[in-house]
């Protein structure tokens, strides 16, 4: 049938459950058409008659594969006199046409008191670079596609789509569901008749092979549009360096074209690049388009970045498990290929009769048998022959694949009783390398001060180079094209990995950022396992309404610029949610604390997700996170760091191309402690609450409210408890205390009681560095804190009790001081009056309250601020709407 140029002109609901019933004769052929009649059937209309084409190399037709009717699976290469005798006998009261590229007598079409309905899409128009695409379905005439219009769909072309993304995304599930709702239209009464206008229209045939060669004395967008229209049939070619190649994975390049091997062209007007990512070709405007696959003239497929080395690998030797493996696949083959008289090694599945639905079993069977293996569509298409594809799957199964095949320069230590390997290099499009400029800086132990090793110190071009992966990663990559369950698999596979070595990345996190390692192992690493898990599960459970509204993937570019409190698990709490939505991301870690990160991305190697998906680039906020912030291609950001940065971060985002923007800011968290609370329990959470993780936490409570007849006898054991605390290396098991994470914030920490003194307030406890070497500070107490003091309104981000008494029994005094402040990201409340607790936590103008407890985040809780705390949510289901978007669609008959 012809792919038509029709313009979709509305979009229609979701089939419906026709009250009335009619009886249907099917005719065309394709699994398009065996849905469609699965759908109608589920409607209660009764199918009386299939029609379809002759079996083709051995093959029936899904259509015709349909049980259920006396003269079901009718098929006429040519409708001659008794079939049209035969179709007249099952006494149609309509004809459904779904998918027909037969030519059907007009004494067929008119002959049920309904007529005939035919489907058509509309993508032709892709090589105009049309940004609409979408489908009809006619009331069939003498053309079968001039007819009135029934019903449109349409939806809007990506800058990268093809034929077939287009087709998998929309035109065949929504198609199904219109040809449904169409019959359904006709059994109400209700369906129009519009005729067909000639403005907007036209009429295209097929493309030929013969006349699909590029003109690339073009502007670059003329070639990627002439390109991808012809993908995958019949593909549009050109010569390279002397070889007929046809062209498949255009994508427009946004970004200077990377380096590589220059290669003639055939009527180009420069020569085209072989780079790691693709054949760069460069249009008239000097605008460049990069091609992911070629076709070679033997019909060998190969990614268009091997085209020098194109010749045959040689073949590995396979294990007698692996020849098992092989030989049941042999099987699924012949299954799939019934044509065949046998499978050889030289057999080509698509010249064996195979069609694209045969890909899509072939590669699920594969899953099935190989224990959940990864595999794309695209995999099929560069092994065609049983010796590539067996060869390739074994590569893949040892892997050996190209995913796995990254250098990685550790730096390696003998610290808590094992050897740690630490990534120091850039972590772009799949590999370490070395900043652009070269530049690193050291990264340095907060216990005792010395330098752990030097870290790549990422410059604007890395930021740009990593952009530029991660948008082709989406693109063009399998990322943006699989199966969200797959996604899923690879989130879980990658949170087992982080399992496995949660000792290494608990030690790396101590040795890096100065957290105590019993901590570090159950809170930065566990909850970061935790919740990859959590988003794992989401993958293929995000929902999507095709009633009133729909959710969709943001599919652009994110950034994420983490703090140094918690490294690993501030980036699992943004990342997780970002990549169980679909999105790839650009990561900056904080600039002194590295290096989980940096393993975090050796990890995702190991676990097979795609390269340029995750794109890690450590550097200084002012140059890699203002960068990132100004990126053009960027189009999310999330952000957890200090309020005052988080501004600058939202102005250049809004004044850079207006990003989706989320903040997780600075606190002043009020802890109200009343009279009538446990007060063994309130002692214990409430220390927690201030010197949890030395401090260095968001949520820490960074003002407490203690009625005052309990202020005294809180205090005196408080301090008492603090005496019991034992200060020293984090790697220590007993140790309770750890450094802080760097000289100028221990030094800042410092000023900070300095201030507190100055004020008025009286310092109870500490207030000074510990005297060892390494950057320690004694847990320190104030009291006596007025509303208006420094202390009492700023951050301190570190291990300080600012402690002020309410009178007895003011609950409306002591909600108006802790609400008293710009800030609101987290509160609590301890009593044993529940009313109260409840009343005083309605109250609180914060993210999260607590009750009873403190510091108790769960992975399925949403996680965020009020007010100058920031806005948008980590955790829960609440995160993934960052990363989504709502769309309305309005319906009109």
């Not at 030519?103 to 128009?125: A, C, E, K, Q, W």
């Not at 095949?405 to 740690?420: A, L, Q, R, S």
């Not at 992966?469 to 996604?487: I, L, Q, S, V, Y």
């Not at 710009?822 to 309250?849: C, H, P, Q, W």
């Amino acid at each position: 049938m012809l792919w038509t140029a029709i313009r979709a002109r509305s979009f229609c609901t979701s089939p419906v459950r026709s009250q009335n019933r009619l009886k249907l004769a099917l005719i065309g052929q394709s699994l398009f058409g065996q849905e469609v009649y699965s759908l109608l059937q589920q409607q209660g209309h009764k199918v009386v008659g299939v029609f379809t084409v002759p079996d083709k190399d051995g093959k029936a037709d899904p259509l015709g594969e349909r049980p259920g009717s006396s003269v079901w699976g009718r098929r006429f290469a040519q409708w001659h006199l008794s079939g049209t005798l035969a179709y007249r006998a099952v006494g149609a009261e309509l004809n459904v046409l779904p998918f027909c590229t037969q030519f059907i007598p007009m004494n067929v079409i008119d002959h049920p008191r309904h007529g005939s309905i035919i489907y058509h899409p509309s993508i032709l128009t892709l090589i105009e670079g049309d940004k609409t695409a979408g489908f009809s379905v006619f009331w069939a005439d003498a053309g079968l596609d001039t007819g009135p219009i029934l019903l449109q769909r349409q939806c809007a072309v990506e800058p990268n789509d093809t034929v077939d993304s287009l087709y998998n995304r929309f035109l065949f599930p929504e198609g199904i569901k219109a040809m449904a709702e169409a019959v359904s239209l006709i059994a109400e009464g209700k369906a129009p008749r519009i005729p067909q206008s000639e403005e907007g229209a036209s009429y295209e045939g097929i493309q030929k092979k013969s006349n699909a060669k590029v003109n690339l004395a073009q502007p670059a967008e003329f070639i990627h549009n002439w390109i991808r229209g012809h993908d995958k049939v019949p593909g549009a070619w050109t010569v390279v360096d002397g070889q007929v190649v046809t062209l498949y994975g255009s994508s427009l390049l946004t970004s200077p074209a990377p380096e590589g091997q220059p290669v003639e062209v055939e009527g180009a007007a420069q020569p085209g690049l072989i780079t790691d990512s693709g054949l760069v070709l460069f249009g008239a405007d000097g605008n460049a388009v990069q091609v992911r696959n070629l076709q070679l003239d033997s019909g060998r497929m190969i990614p268009a970045s091997k085209f020098f080395s194109s010749e045959e690998s040689s073949s590995i030797e396979l294990t007698e498990a692996e020849q098992k493996m092989a030989e049941e696949i042999r099987a699924v083959w012949k299954g799939i290929l019934s044509s065949a008289a046998a499978i050889e090694e030289t057999t080509d599945f698509f010249k064996s009769g195979a069609a694209s639905m045969d890909v899509v079993r072939l590669v699920e069977e594969v899953k099935l048998r190989c224990g959940g293996l990864q595999m794309q569509n695209e995999d099929v298409y560069m092994a065609s022959t049983f010796h590539d594809f067996i060869q390739m799957l074994v590569r893949r199964c040892r892997g050996e694949d190209r995913e796995e095949e990254v250098v990685i320069d550790h730096v390696m230590k003998e610290v808590n009783n094992m050897t740690v390997k630490m990534p120091h290099q850039c972590f772009i499009n799949g590999k370490f390398q070395n900043a652009a400029d070269g530049k690193t800086c050291s990264t340095i132990n907060p216990t005792d001060g010395s330098v752990i090793c030097n870290v790549a110190y990422a410059s604007v071009a890395d930021v740009d180079q990593a952009v530029f992966a991660a948008k082709e990663a989406f693109e063009t990559g399998p990322w943006g094209r699989m199966n969200p369950r797959d996604r899923g698999q690879l989130l879980y596979r990658l949170a087992d990995l982080m399992e496995q070595h949660q000792e290494e990345l608990a030690t790396i996190e101590s040795i890096d950022s100065g957290a105590v390692y019993t901590l570090a192992l159950k809170t930065h690493v566990g909850m970061s396992i935790q919740t990859f898990r959590y988003f794992a599960g989401w993958c293929d459970k995000i929902h999507v309404s095709y009633h009133t509204h729909t959710h969709d993937m943001i599919r652009v570019v994110c950034a994420i610029v983490i703090p140094w409190n918690y490294p690993l698990m501030m980036l699992a709490w943004k990342s997780a949610a970002c990549l169980a939505a679909g999105n790839t991301l650009v990561l900056k870690p904080a600039q002194v604390t590295p290096l989980t990160a940096l393993k975090f991305a050796e990890l995702t190697v190991k676990a097979g997700i795609p390269r340029g998906v995750i794109n890690i680039v450590p550097g200084s906020g002012g140059l890699v996170g203002q960068r990132m912030s100004e990126h053009p291609d960027i189009r999310k950001l999330g952000f957890t760091g200090s309020t005052p940065i988080g501004k600058q971060i939202m102005k250049s985002c809004a004044l850079s191309n207006l990003k989706k923007v989320s903040l997780e800011l600075g606190g002043k968290s009020p802890l109200i402690i009343f009279s009538d609370c446990e007060m063994d329990k309130a002692v214990r959470m409430a220390m927690g609450a201030v010197f949890f993780n030395k401090g260095e936490n968001c949520i820490a409570a960074g003002r407490l409210f203690v009625e005052e007849s309990i202020h005294d006898d809180f205090i005196g054991r408080v301090v008492s408890e603090i005496k019991k605390m034992k200060i020293g290396d984090p790697l220590d098991r007993s140790t309770d205390h750890g450094p802080q994470n760097h000289r100028a914030h221990l030094e800042k920490l410092l000023e900070y009681c300095e201030v507190g003194v100055k004020d008025g307030a009286t310092l109870v406890y500490g207030g000074r560095q510990v005297s060892r070497p390494g950057f320690f500070m004694e847990p320190t107490v104030f009291t006596d804190v007025e509303d208006h003091m420094f202390i009492a309104k700023e951050e301190s981000f570190g291990p300080i009790m600012v402690v002020s008494k309410f009178r007895d029994g003011d609950v409306e005094g002591v909600l108006s001081r802790a609400n008293d402040t710009e800030f609101g990201l987290a509160s609590g409340v301890f009593t044993r009056d529940i009313s109260k607790a409840l009343y005083v936590s309605e109250r609180l103008e914060a993210g999260t309250v607590f009750v009873n407890t403190y510091n108790k985040t769960d992975v399925a809780a949403p996680f965020g601020g009020f007010k100058q705390s920031g806005f948008g949510k980590d955790l829960g289901e609440e995160a993934l709407q960052e990363y989504l978007r709502t769309k309305a669609v309005t319906v009109e008959y």
